[in-house]
Every structure is written in C-alpha cells, then in structure tokens.
C-alpha cells in the first residue's frame, strides 16, 4: 500500500473526514489536525487527490495512477511514444470507467491509428 492510502486510513480512523474541492482537500474536524499530521498530508496531497478523486468516481484505489496517467496522454506527454508504449498506455486505460480515461483511451487510439497511416507510407 502506499504512503498516501496508508496515510488517507490512519486519518480516517482517527475521526478525519476528506473531501477533494478541486486541487484542494477538505478535512473535518480541523481540531483534530496536529501539525505534524498537516505536514504530511501536505507532502501526500497529489496522491491524496489522486485517491479522493477514484473514490468519488466509485473506482478502486488502483485506478488512481491510471487517471494521473490518463491527464498526461491528453497533455501531449506521451505524443512521441512507439507503438509498444502507447499500446500499453491503451491496456491500460480503456476498461476504467472515468472520462478522463475514456478521452485518453480515444486519444491514444488516434495517436495509434496516425503511427498505422506512417508506417503504410
């Protein structure tokens, strides 16, 4: 498990409730937030997003890295990639049930079909 999940259940056994509002984290009861416990949750924010957000998509924690991934194929961040990388980018994200992902999986289908068209030249 990682440090972000890890640290998402030792809040929520400690009467923590998290809410994703955007790039922000919604955290009720403040008085229950020692400084320390602040610190980290500030060092495993964009995990901690990244987990909030699969949660209220109903998805599990797995799928968490598969959206950050998705957000960078529509980025562009994968443009240049062979047909092996971009095959298994699309493995990857096409049976997640999320916009994001479904927006990467078309994107990455065209990126795949334009390498078809080049490699025919």
């Known amino acids: ?46 995990g901690l997003l990244a987990l909030l957000e699969t949660e209220a998509a109903h998805l599990p924690p ?4 598969w959206l950050h991934i998705a957000r960078q194929v529509l980025a562009g961040e994968f443009n240049g990639g062979d047909r092996s990388l971009l095959g298994s ?3 990857g994200v096409r049976t997640i049930n999320h916009p994001v992902c479904q927006q990467a ?3 990455l289908e065209t990126l795949l079909g334009h390498q078809r068209k080049e490699s025919r030249r």
């Open 1 to 46: 498990m990682n440090s972000a999940a890890e640290l998402l259940i030792h809040c929520r056994a400690a009467g923590l409730k998290f809410r994703r509002n955007g790039d922000c984290i919604d955290i009720r009861p403040a008085r229950l937030i020692t400084p320390e416990l602040l610190a980290r949750i500030r060092a495993n924010k964009p």
């Open 89 to 91: 980018l699309l493995i």
């Open 105 to 107: 999986r078309s994107r």
């Open 62 to 65: 797995d799928c968490a890295p």
